[in-house]
């Protein structure tokens, strides 16, 4: 035993030196068809061996790993599944072979989804409604773009509503360009789109919905009650939908994205949602049909108070700050008026039987008379002090006439 497998090894290494086992210093070129610089899982791609020489030699071709249909053609059909290395060499003869040649493939595991945008999403009646359909994955050659209108889907009703989807016209065949035109009057109106490419083909998943809105009313209407764009918290709204169908659902749409139905924020009854604004931010609201309807769009602005509750604050400020002021005003206004001298002249009665329609006594006709003979731009004000004293006055039945002046400080009694 021994013996004859000591032979086969010296046969085999004496054939090897006679028949010239060789590698020709060749290294193949590995081309991808079409050359993607993605490439996705369930993605069908060519791989093609090609061998630079003189031209003159007869190859066959080995790959790894094997593909069982054509291992020997320069050629080769995968369908990607992960990242994998596939390579190829030329064999001659069965003793010449070239190096091997190496390609790469990076496979992801899940089909992109592209990113649809709208503008105007508030168009004016009868303006037109562009839809791009863009992604960083989209931007090689070779996808077609297809563009979808949305219909309500009511077999599944969740908190998250879902929606089929319904090709455009003249989106039959696709487009070449990521971009798309919606010409005529625009209702509200919810869209999607997608990308495809290969043969057999392949899909990109669908682009998350985006609308389009407005506030014009086609076969549906959504009214509001109270009726007005600016509400406030801890209020109760009521939207109503009024149309054809039977069955309506109220949707509503805040930023970011998120698309949500009144059963996740309010109470749907019929077709009348109500909610509490405490629970329900600013956002557009729509109605639904179970027969694919769109309402007109309203958009709600929720404000945290009411404006009562917010102007009470501002007034318990605001009337200290005016009283204030008022009152410092007013304080100047005393303290710089032109100060007026005050002169009193008294002098007694006649007698305490005096009557109260007794006129001025002696005394106080003296005053008035020495007043006549001054200045009488000096004075500016003559009041007798007792004109009209009850005769019970326990204290004497004085005169005291007080007069202001100009120029003098005194107060003569």
Request: with cysteine; proline share 6%.
């Amino acid at each position: 035993m021994g013996e004859t497998l000591l032979c086969r090894l010296g046969f085999f290494l004496l054939w090897c030196l006679c028949c010239g086992y060789s590698e020709v210093p060749i290294t193949p070129t590995v081309i991808q068809q079409p050359n993607w610089a993605q490439i996705y899982r369930g993605e069908r791609v060519t791989l093609r061996c090609e061998i630079q020489d003189d031209g003159g030699s007869q190859w066959t071709y080995e790959w790894k790993p094997t593909n069982r249909n054509s291992p020997t053609s320069s050629e080769i059909m995968i369908t990607a599944d992960s990242r994998r290395d596939y390579r190829c060499r030329g064999r001659r003869n069965s003793f010449t072979f070239t190096e091997w040649g190496v390609v790469t493939l990076t496979v992801f595991l899940f089909p992109p989804q592209p990113v649809l945008s709208v503008s105007p999403s508030w168009p004016n009646p009868g303006a037109s409604v562009t839809l791009n359909c863009e992604g960083l994955e989209l931007q090689s050659a070779g996808w077609r773009f297809f563009w979808y209108k949305t219909v309500p889907d009511w077999s599944k009703q969740h908190y998250q509503p879902s929606y089929s989807y319904e090709l455009l016209p003249g989106s039959i065949n696709g487009t070449e360009q990521n971009s798309f035109n919606i010409n005529g009057p625009t209702l509200t109106a919810g869209f999607v789109c997608r990308a495809e490419r290969g043969e057999p083909k392949f899909y990109t998943r669908y682009s998350e919905v985006k609308f389009v809105w407005s506030a014009d009313s086609a076969a549906a209407s959504l009214s509001v009650n109270p009726d007005r764009v600016q509400h406030f918290r801890s209020e109760s709204v009521t939207l109503t939908c009024k149309g054809n169908s039977t069955e309506w659902r109220v949707m509503k749409f805040i930023e970011r994205d998120h698309l949500s139905s009144c059963s996740y924020w309010g109470t749907m009854t019929g077709s009348t949602c109500t909610i509490n604004m405490n629970w329900s931010p600013s956002g557009v609201f729509w109605c639904e049909s179970g027969s694919g309807e769109f309402s007109n769009a309203v958009n709600i602005t929720v404000h945290v108070s009411s404006p009562v509750s917010s102007s009470f604050p501002v007034m318990l400020i605001v009337k200290p700050v005016v009283g204030i002021t008022f009152g410092f005003l007013l304080l100047l206004i005393l303290c710089f008026r032109p100060s007026k001298d005050l002169r009193c002249f008294r002098s007694k009665g006649s007698s305490q039987s005096s009557t109260t329609n007794q006129g001025p006594n002696q005394t106080e006709s003296q005053v008035y008379s020495s007043l006549l003979h001054r200045d009488a731009s000096e004075y500016e004000s003559i009041q007798p002090a007792t004109m009209n004293r009850s005769s019970d006055d326990p204290e004497d039945d004085s005169v005291c006439s007080c007069i202001k002046t100009e120029t003098t400080e005194t107060t003569e009694c």
